[in-house]
């Protein structure tokens, strides 16, 4: 029995628009944009969570020179350990091999809305138009928990003084910070962060939880203070 004219317009109709369906681009399906998608998840993240310019203090721009190679390598692994810390991932590798791919995608959205809460963000319409044409009710109850739980705090000033000043010097005439005892560190900050209870021993603990090692060999500076306009290392 031949499919009347009707039957063949609407089974023709149901396969253009499942074609358009699948040529819709997929974050679930595509590994490029899946890519795209976590390469810039992560900068938006180390730009939130530890911005090179905080507040008001006298140096704006904790900048890493390009050059400076050995400190970018060295940091990454830090960086990296600490937004996944404010994250609430105690390691990154263990949270993506205990998810399946889509729930580990779906939590990197659900971040990502905390690290900038717009729906607008051309990821998150890709995925909730995905989500969508799953009707998948469990994606947007949760994208709407996440919504309301608000954006993720920054690091601490302290550690993002520890960071940025490890290998490199934040501004001339300050050395860096691996030269310097806890004790100097502590007298720094003091002053530059106006923490008048920072003590020595809040900076060995920052040190110790971001695994920075005091350089061999050099110069050693116990005691820094701020004079005319300028800090004084000795």
């Known amino acids: 029995m031949k499919p009347n004219p009707t039957e063949r317009g609407a089974s023709k109709f149901g396969q253009i628009a499942l074609n358009m369906i699948r040529e819709r681009p997929s974050l679930l399906n595509e590994p490029g944009l899946l890519w795209r998608f976590m390469a810039c998840f992560w900068l938006k993240s180390i730009l939130h969570l530890a911005p090179r310019r905080t507040k008001n203090y006298p140096l704006r721009d904790w900048r890493i020179p390009e050059k400076s190679k050995c400190a970018i390598e060295s940091l990454a692994p830090v960086l990296a350990k600490v937004v996944c810390s404010a994250l609430g991932w105690k390691s990154f590798e263990k949270r993506f091999l205990s998810l399946s791919r889509e729930k580990f995608i ?20 890709l995925r909730t138009e995905e989500a969508a044409r799953q009707n998948n009710t469990e994606f947007f109850k949760r994208l709407g928990e996440s919504l309301k739980e608000g954006p993720i705090d920054p690091l601490d000033d302290l550690k993002l003084l520890l960071i940025y000043g490890w290998h490199v010097p934040l501004a001339p005439g300050i050395p860096r910070l691996w030269h310097c005892t806890d004790n100097s560190i502590s007298e720094f900050a003091t002053g530059f962060l106006d923490r008048p209870n920072l003590s020595e021993a809040a900076v060995k603990k920052a040190r110790q939880r971001l695994k920075l090692t005091r350089a061999r060999g050099g110069q050693l500076y116990h005691h820094a203070k701020f004079r005319f306009d300028k800090w004084k290392f000795s």
Request: charged share 35%.
């Open 106 to 125: 779906d939590e990197l959205i659900f971040l990502y809305c905390r690290l900038e809460p717009t729906l607008e963000d051309p990821f998150i319409r």
